[in-house]
């Protein structure tokens, strides 16, 4: 399986790897098929995520794309970083085999029910993602 220079760099060295104790959202995503789980943490100041960390449990397309996500969070104010898809974390990659796809899902879905945590937490609105994969099929469950 080939993958880009990029892909095997975040997975040599991870960026972000770690937890954040007084975190503000925490999402986690996994996949049953694969045994890949996700945990991401945010910390939000003045509505932008100033802090990303993930610890993850997976192959090397997992980690490198868990590391990744959080190297393009860190900076967006929620909205946009609610808008992070599974696309926009391969791209950033250089690109994943088909295979490893589903990674760069795990990714975005745990960042997004990050987001998701950290508002219910605040007790603001939680709008769907455009890119819905499950963190969204989940709050329809609890509504």
Not at 17 to 45: P, R, T
Not at 74 to 100: F, H
């Amino acid at each position: 399986m080939d993958y880009t220079d990029k892909v095997m760099d975040h997975f040599m060295n991870p960026r972000n790897v770690g937890e954040i104790n007084d975190a503000d959202g925490v999402g986690e995503q996994g996949n049953a098929k694969c045994g890949d789980i996700m945990k991401l943490y945010i910390k939000v100041s003045d509505g932008k995520i100033v802090d990303a960390k993930f610890k993850t449990f997976g192959c090397g397309a997992a980690i490198a794309t868990s590391s990744m996500v959080t190297e393009i969070v860190i900076g967006k104010n929620l909205d946009e970083a609610m808008q992070i898809s599974n696309q926009a974390v391969a791209e950033a990659l250089g690109g994943l085999p088909p295979v490893k796809m589903h990674c760069s899902l795990l990714a975005a879905d745990a960042l997004h029910k990050a987001i998701v945590d950290y508002k219910k937490k605040q007790g603001l609105p939680v709008d769907k993602c455009e890119d819905c994969h499950t963190c969204c099929h989940e709050l329809e469950e609890e509504s």
